[in-house]
């Protein structure tokens, strides 16, 4: 029997946390300034790396829905929270601890109590002042309250649809970027759009495990990743990068989310290689969280003690990428592994294929919810 095997949804997350480290190491150096000529057309793309935040909040939704026959009952969503918690908290409150750590040795930033209070209940996304002991948290945070809403998403669906839930979540989502645009700018860092995103991404699963998709639904919806880049392409990043999009920010990201979206369920339909199918993004793939967790801690007691400037570029930004590596993979190994033995890869799981395949297609029948696989995290530049 023919299965389509998704190791590719590895291997993008392994590119997406390649390139928000990549970007870090970058920033550390040059800040946000963009370059002229040769040099800035081989490196602005890195100041972009908001965008696989959508990346990864849209895989976050694929790759819950995967092992998904159905609704969810009150009981598989109690035990769904308590995997969630299981899988994401312990090595999100060890990354933490690491960050008050350096702190602390540091002086990087000081420690108050509504700043730690604020980082312990999963709340530094509210102010870019309390997300400061280790920044990338703020988009765990985001996409963890996302999760409580993961049962009211898959009942939705097999109860009025896809195309009806995307409209719902998405009309939902920007009244809440609507609200905080009109009130309170600077709260958009708790970013609403990405319930949206979310919802895409489970969305695009249903859609990539049911037999009677039609993939021309599918390609049209990737003229929404057109339109985005069309609009990136129209507005270049300046001082600030991405963050020059500002208000903007959440209407293109909505474009991106719905590319990348599409691009996911026509490639678990696919059985063309891709590079996604590298060996070595599909290993990185595997413990990007704790990339993510953790790189930002090691690249600022690294600037602290080695100081960007002090170096050749070149030679400074080998050594920071090796050393975000190496504590992210012993980081994954003695905090993150012991919490995922018994969570199924992304790549265990098989989607239809159009010569006829059916095993494992999302079918509206009783829940038959098992382990999920792993959450895919959100990165930024920001």
């Not at 395949?357 to 696989?373: F, I, V």
Request: charged share 15%; hydrophobic share 50%.
């Amino acid at each position: 029997m023919n299965r389509t095997r998704l190791k590719f949804l590895d291997g993008l997350r392994g590119l997406c946390a390649l390139w928000v480290l990549l970007s870090h190491v970058w920033i550390a150096r040059y800040g946000q300034a963009t370059h002229d000529g040769l040099l800035g057309a081989c490196t602005n793309w890195l100041l972009y790396s908001h965008f696989a935040v959508d990346t990864f909040i849209v895989l976050s939704g694929y790759c819950l829905m995967l092992p998904i026959k159905g609704p969810m009952e009150r009981r598989a969503a109690i035990g769904f929270y308590k995997r969630r918690a299981r899988r994401i908290l312990p090595p999100f409150y060890v990354a933490l601890a690491l960050g008050l750590g350096v702190a602390l040795i540091t002086g990087a930033a000081a420690i108050t109590p509504h700043r730690l209070v604020a980082n312990l209940l999963m709340l530094q996304d509210i102010s870019t002042s309390w997300n400061i002991y280790d920044f990338p948290l703020w988009s765990v945070a985001v996409e963890y309250r996302i999760y409580f809403l993961f049962p009211v998403i898959l009942w939705l669906i097999y109860r009025y649809g896809v195309r009806f839930s995307l409209i719902v979540f998405t009309i939902l989502s920007y009244v809440g970027v609507w609200v905080i645009w009109s009130y309170e700018p600077r709260l958009l860092t708790m970013s609403p759009q990405y319930l949206a995103l979310f919802v895409m991404g489970v969305g695009a699963c249903y859609l990539a495990t049911s037999r009677t998709t039609n993939d021309g639904f599918l390609k049209t919806a990737l003229v929404a990743f057109t339109i985005a880049l069309v609009m990136i392409a129209s507005h270049p990043i300046s001082r600030l990068g991405c963050q020059d999009f500002g208000l903007e920010t959440p209407w293109i990201d909505a474009f991106v989310g719905a590319g990348v979206a599409s691009t996911l369920a026509l490639l678990s339909r696919s059985r063309t290689p891709t590079l996604l199918d590298a060996r070595p993004l599909i290993n990185l793939g595997g413990w990007s969280y704790s990339l993510y967790l953790t790189h930002a801690v090691t690249l600022t007691l690294i600037e602290r003690l080695v100081p960007p400037h002090s170096q050749p570029f070149a030679a400074w930004a080998a050594a920071a990428i090796g050393c975000a590596l190496i504590v992210a993979y012993t980081f994954h190994v003695f905090v993150e592994r012991p919490f995922i033995s018994s969570v199924r890869r992304p790549s265990e799981y098989s989607v239809p294929n159009p010569s006829g395949s059916t095993e494992g297609s999302a079918t509206p029948s009783r829940l038959t919810e098992r382990t999920s696989p792993d959450p895919v995290r959100a990165g930024s530049a920001e």
